[in-house]
């Protein structure tokens, strides 16, 4: 299985920005995809999540209202769909991919960094 975060950059605050994790190697029908960031110094957090199936998503307190989460599955790509930046946003993204019945997350992509300028 492989995730290719892409979509990092730099974005001003108030800006947007669309990460992409393009999945590979198997199906994902019954999986869980995510999105995490990691602030420098700080621990990986979670921050939204879809079933590849049904489409029911998750979103950490912290983003909701600003971030959506999507998926292609035609594409077989997770996006995550990031407005009303800031600062504190910034962070790596990583998409992480789980089965939906297993607790912990089994696959992980290289991350993606993502600065917001204040």
């Known amino acids: 299985v492989q995730l290719q975060a892409s979509g990092g950059g730099l974005v001003q605050a108030g800006g947007s920005l669309r990460l992409s994790c393009a999945a590979s190697g198997r199906t994902f029908s019954s999986y869980l995809m995510g999105w995490f960031r990691q602030a420098p110094g700080k621990e990986r957090k979670f921050v939204a999540a879809?079933?590849?199936?049904?489409?029911?998503?998750y979103y950490a307190d912290s983003v909701k209202g600003r971030f959506i989460i999507s998926r292609d599955i035609a594409k077989n790509t997770v996006y995550l769909q990031m407005n009303s930046l800031t600062p504190e946003d910034t962070a790596v993204y990583y998409c992480?991919?789980?089965?939906?019945?297993?607790?912990?997350?089994?696959?992980w992509g290289q991350g993606t960094l993502v600065t917001v300028s204040s």
């Open positions: 879809i079933t590849w199936s049904g489409g029911s998503t």
């Open positions: 992480a991919a789980r089965a939906v019945m297993e607790s912990e997350y089994k696959y």
